[in-house]
């Protein structure tokens, strides 16, 4: 789109149509690949749902069982800014999202270099998902206690912190050591986002059974609709269950369990079905960018829904094939069906785009969208060092020269949220002060006459 065409139908708050809520994949995919990669060819608006357990942070290294169906899974959950930042990444979040680079450098000064590269590895993931992700969509994204609050806030700056919606605890209980000096931790933490208002909930399904008390309570009667205290003094019980809480009390798998597949961080089944029930229909399309042993993609079949999952584990076929026999198996006969009448995809060609190719951009709200030159793309680094040759250690914005080049930053002549591109041509060195002032509201002209009126020009 040209600068001429005006906004999109989507820029200007409007229903998508076209192709962007078409999955450009056929159901039942697994691909294997680095899930950035395969995320940024999905369509826009494809997803119903995303329900999936990244890396916790928690500076070990994973190893399946060796005689297990996942033996040979392994990753390494430390982290590097060094190593694992790519430039790329910190270079995208600086110039189109710097609240959430904000949340970003907040993890890595308040905890580590570690965290902040982490964060950083999350972020550009979580901004895929939501672009994929429909308006009515919802993700639920598993941590534990190590990270969760730096994730919030930086999910918080990709989906809005007004579309949080809660912070579940998963409990659960195993043998903990008598020595600790602390409390045993018994819990993970589900973090809860909905896309808008319009994301469905269905409470129902995950209802759960009153507590004895409950239901020994004095003048307790079922009722279709449940309700506490009425006038009449009698307390009415929802005869489905009570409404869903934000703490689930779900056992983890035992070395023992049927489900286990030796897999270092599978999750029990049930765990995943309560999010898929509670926020998708049968049909709607579930996506784990992290797949693993594919608890999240068992748990979509067999509950009806479409899926499509991305690991970059080489087995991930096999073991996904045999989870899908093994409980296809253990249904119920006139539940079975035929499961493999329909193929199961595994590819590690990554999507191509067949909707209108906008980028994961939540916040900027641009006008208009314009396609950066033609010809290698230069990083920030390279753009500032290449200003700096140019034009010396000079504020762009006041005419100030500075003895240390430490003192400019750079930054964009046309606003980004204005439809400014990331292109040297568009980019200026200011100094702290002219870059507060200009934020994302004044051009480089504006700025400069707001200099002269306010007399901070040399």
């Known amino acids: 789109m040209t600068a001429g065409d005006g906004p999109s139908k989507l820029e200007r708050g409007q229903p998508a149509t076209g192709n962007r809520q078409e999955a450009n ?57 060094e190593r694992d930042v790519h430039e790329e990444w910190a270079d995208q979040i600086t110039d189109d999202y710097p609240r959430l680079m904000e949340a970003i450098e907040s993890a890595r000064y308040a905890h580590s270099d570690g965290m902040g590269a982490f964060m950083c590895f999350m972020a550009v993931r979580l901004l895929e998902m939501h672009r994929i992700l429909k308006p009515t969509g919802s993700i639920y994204l598993h941590c534990d206690q190590t990270a969760s609050h730096y994730l919030k806030a930086v999910m918080d700056a990709v989906f809005g912190w007004k579309q949080f919606q809660n912070n579940i605890s998963w409990c659960y209980r195993r043998m903990s050591d008598n020595r600790l000096k602390r409390f045993a931790r018994c819990h993970d933490v589900v973090l809860f986002y909905r896309m808008s208002k319009e994301a469905g909930f269905n409470a129902d399904p995950v209802r759960q059974p009153y507590s004895e008390s409950s239901v020994a309570r004095a003048g307790y009667k ?118 493999f009448t329909e193929q199961i995809h595994f590819t590690v060609e990554p999507p191509r785009r067949t909707d209108d190719g906008l980028p994961a951009a939540p916040f900027l709200k641009l006008q208009w969208s314009q396609a950066e030159p033609p010809g290698p793309r230069m990083t920030r680094s390279q753009i500032y060092e290449t200003l700096l040759a140019q034009q010396g250690a000079k504020c762009q914005g006041c005419d100030r020269t500075f003895d240390d080049p430490r003192y400019l930053e750079l930054d964009h002549n046309t606003p980004r949220s204005d439809g400014g591109l990331n292109h040297i041509s568009n980019r200026i060195l200011l100094c702290s002060p002219c870059n507060r002032l200009k934020s994302n509201t004044f051009t480089l002209s504006g700025l400069r006459r707001d200099n002269k009126k306010r007399g901070y020009m040399p």
């Open 25 to 81: 994949w056929e159901n039942r995919t697994l691909f294997h690949g680095d899930n950035l990669e395969i995320m940024r060819g999905m369509n826009s608006d494809s997803v119903d749902l995303v329900a999936t357990d990244p890396p916790f942070n928690k500076g070990r290294d994973f190893h399946a069982t060796p005689d297990s169906l996942a033996a040979g899974a392994k990753f390494q959950d430390r982290w590097s800014w």
């Open 222 to 339: 079922k009722t279709s609709v449940g309700r506490i205290g009425p006038a009449s003094g009698i307390c009415e019980l929802n005869e489905r269950g009570r409404f869903p809480e934000d703490w689930w009390e779900i056992p983890i798998l035992r070395p023992n369990a049927k489900e286990r597949t030796g897999y270092p961080t599978q999750k029990p089944l049930p765990l995943y079905e309560r999010m898929i029930l509670a926020s998708s229909n049968e049909g709607d399309v579930v996506c784990d960018p992290f797949a693993g042993c594919a608890t999240t993609l068992v748990a979509a079949e067999r509950l009806k829904r479409r899926w499509v999952g991305v690991d970059i584990w080489e087995n991930a076929k096999t073991v996904v094939l045999k989870r899908l026999e093994s409980e296809r198996l253990a249904l119920p006969e006139a539940e079975r069906g035929d499961l």
